[in-house]
């Protein structure tokens, strides 16, 4: 019987355990990967401390910090069910199951699929969900980059120095990104905006060749190689079934990250709190964590 469960080693979940692991509590950390999407964002030039850090940098140095405590940590392991039973909380995954008397969700978010015709035929077959992962492996192609927001940014400046050609369609008039990532794009010679456009279908033969796009009514054919999808996330709940969610499955917390269930916490991308930031998921983790230890010492 652990204190405390943590699902997800992103920036919430990885602060959280220092936290937890100072107040000596008695934890274990389950996750799929380690960094969440930190481990994904290329440059980020907003996190306190640093005026310039890569995204896997920054998550290495999230998995040094929590390694330096020894903490408990089972890897590659698909959280499946979170309930609450008798007075400890039960954490099934593809493995088997732990109880703990605590547990914190911070499973982040995940990609939104296009949901078009041949975004499953070519995935990794020329169509990515990550940039900062497959970015190399089209350098000197033409690529499509889907989204308008900071993501589709992120991985537009990162493709800028790698493809000989971005295009970007973006479903708004507009893009919507923070302004410093727009000025650079706009900047780029390499770049091609598509506003009000939206992609329609995914061709290949073994390998993305080309996407087609609806652009205010007309179709349009653009020999790419690559596509890039970024359209946002969606928040990895499924498995927290009797946790309340709010419409956009985002897991409702309390001041102290409490969720409707007893015992149960959440932090970061996966709750309702406003601003998908790394810094605010890692302060996130870390109220969460207090927030266990509290209810630890009032419930003895």
Known sequence: MY?????????????????AARKKMNLLVITKDI??????????????????????????KFQEHMKKYGIALKEDEEVIEVDRIND???????????????AIIAS???????????EKEFKNRGLTYCATCDGPLFTAKDVAVIGGGNSALDATLQLIKIAKQVYIINLTPALSGDAVMRE?????????IFN???VTNIMGD????????????????LNVQGVFVEIGLIPNSEFAKKVEKNQFGEIKVDCF?????????????????????????????????LGTFRYLAQTK
């Open 184 to 192: 650079k794009i706009e900047h780029a010679k390499n770049v091609t």
């Open 108 to 118: 982040g978010k995940k990609s939104r699929e296009l949901g078009v015709p041949g």
């Open 206 to 221: 073994k390998f993305v060749t080309g996407i087609k796009i609806d652009k205010s009514g007309k179709t349009e054919l």
């Open 88 to 102: 400890s909380i039960t954490v099934k995954t593809n493995e088997g199951a732990d109880e703990a008397k605590t």
């Open 35 to 60: 960094g969440g999407q930190a481990a994904r964002s290329a440059d980020i030039e907003n996190y306190t401390g640093y005026q310039f850090i890569s995204g896997p940098e920054l998550a290495t």
């Open 257 to 289: 990250n409490q969720t409707n269930i007893p015992g149960v916490f959440a932090a970061g991308d996966v709750t309702d709190v406003p601003g998908k930031q790394i810094i605010i998921a890692a302060g996130e983790g870390a109220k969460a964590a």
């Open 196 to 198: 009000n456009a939206r």
């Open 3 to 19: 204190d405390l469960i943590i699902i997800g080693a992103g920036p919430a979940g990885i602060t959280a355990s220092v936290y």
